[in-house]
């Protein structure tokens, strides 16, 4: 069959005719056109080999030359050595051994001192206490605190990969209790994220100080070592109990403190709105006998001071928090513990 564009061809190697375009004035079948085509790729991947043959075989020719001129530096066998020397024989090898450059120096004089003099303790050291004095903390002073550590800690993270240091014993973990009111709840997250295990938070809501002090006993434990205990409450007595009241269980409560042989934090009554110029007041006046109080039975005082009055940080009813003003109060005694137990 003939046609204008077309033809119907038969190829010796192929028994099926195929019709195909004419091109350059041939005619192929499809099998013998992809034989002609896998053949000029074979040829072309060849020719890619044997380049790369050349290139390896130059590479290794570098390698080997510059083995051997580095042996020589390092042995100080220069060219000009080898020419200069009459005896030198050019085509034997010889087996050189590296030598030390270095000479050696004696000293008549041998310093001899403790390596670990910086580990044991001074005795001045051993006679101070061994925590910090709490008597009267602000938030300001527990933010600059924050700050100065995460400063400092900054620094050592610059300088720690100049200087070997051996790292201490990890010391035993102390027991963190943080009691108190609802004013609590929703704090675990922040306070106890540092170290879940040895710390706790107790919540219980509408509590007042006499509740606290009758749950004291069965929260600290005889085997805790030295724990550190948080109390915030207050809240609820100032809205029905007189001043004098109060101040009768806070130190109904300290005289159980005191039993403990634990490190006692006590924390300020927050602030309300809305509630009355009479509880507001008396707030205050609870706040500052607190601070007294505190430094004379030599507690530590908390004072939150008028922090929480700004904006969104208490609820529609005045007396509770919102989420932002649970967060910073969370964040307030979280410093504080770090700063206690560092």
């Known amino acids: 069959m003939e046609g204008e564009g077309t033809a119907a061809v038969a190829c010796g190697s192929c028994a099926m005719f195929a019709i195909l375009p004419k ?8 099998n013998c056109m ?3 085509l896998l053949k000029d790729k074979v040829q072309q991947l060849e020719e890619r080999v044997a380049t790369l043959q050349r290139i390896r075989e130059l590479e290794l020719f570098l390698e080997a030359t510059e083995h051997t001129v580095s042996t020589k530096e390092e042995t100080g066998d220069s060219p000009e050595k080898v020419a200069s020397s009459p005896t030198q024989e050019p085509d034997i090898w010889r087996n050189v051994t590296q030598r030390s450059r270095r000479p050696r120096v004696r000293s008549d004089c041998l310093e001899i001192r403790n390596r670990f003099e910086v580990l044991s303790p001074s005795m001045e050291d051993e006679e101070q206490t061994p925590f910090e004095d709490l008597s009267l903390i602000t938030v300001d002073q527990v933010y600059e605190d924050e700050e100065q550590r995460q400063s400092s800690g900054n620094v050592q993270a610059t300088l720690e990969p100049t200087a070997h240091r051996r790292t201490p014993t990890r010391p035993k973990r ?21 170290d879940k295990m040895s710390r706790e938070v107790c919540c219980l809501p509408g509590a007042k100080i006499q509740d606290v002090t009758e749950r004291l006993q069965g929260i600290i434990k005889p ?14 007595d100032t809205a ?3 001043l004098q009241k109060i101040k009768r269980d806070y130190e109904a409560l300290g005289r159980k403190l005191k039993q403990l042989n634990a490190q006692i934090v006590i924390s300020s009554v927050l602030p309300v709105e809305r509630r009355g110029p009479g509880r507001e007041g008396k707030i205050v006046e609870v706040n500052n006998w607190l601070r007294k109080w505190c430094k004379q039975e030599r507690f530590g005082f908390l004072d939150h001071g008028m922090q929480f009055l700004e904006d969104g940080l208490l609820a529609s009813d005045g ?3 919102t989420t932002v003003g649970r967060n910073v109060f969370a964040k307030n005694l979280r410093n504080l513990i770090r700063r206690a137990l560092n």
């Open 23 to 30: 091109v350059a004035g041939s005619f192929t079948c499809s």
């Open 319 to 321: 007396l509770h928090l």
């Open 174 to 194: 102390r027991r963190v209790v943080v009691i108190g009111d609802s004013l609590l709840r929703g704090t675990e997250a922040v306070i106890c994220g540092p």
């Open 223 to 236: 085997i805790d070592k030295y724990p550190f205990l948080l109390v915030h409450v207050g809240t609820n």
């Open 34 to 36: 992809l034989i002609a």
């Open 240 to 242: 029905s109990n007189s």
